[in-house]
C-alpha cells in the first residue's frame, strides 16, 4: 500500500519503508510512529492519504 503526502506528494511506500527517516521495509503506515513525519516537508501523518 501507498500512501501520498497532501502538502507535498512525498508517496511512502510500505514495501520500501523510509530509510532516510530509519522506517524499515515493509512497515505498516498504521504501525509508523505517532511522531512520523514526511521526510521531505516535515508534516504529520494525519497529512497523508492512501493512494
Known amino acids: 500500500m501507498k500512501y501520498v503526502c497532501q502538502i507535498c506528494g ?3 511506500d510500505e514495501e ?3 530509510p532516510e527517516a530509519g522506517i524499515e521495509a515493509g512497515t505498516k503506515f498504521e504501525d509508523l510512529p505517532d511522531d512520523f513525519v ?3 516537508c516535515g508534516v504529520g501523518k494525519e497529512n497523508f ?3
Open 49 to 51: 492519504s492512501a493512494e
Open 10 to 12: 512525498y508517496v511512502y
Open 16 to 18: 520500501e519503508g523510509a
Open 38 to 40: 514526511c521526510p521531505v
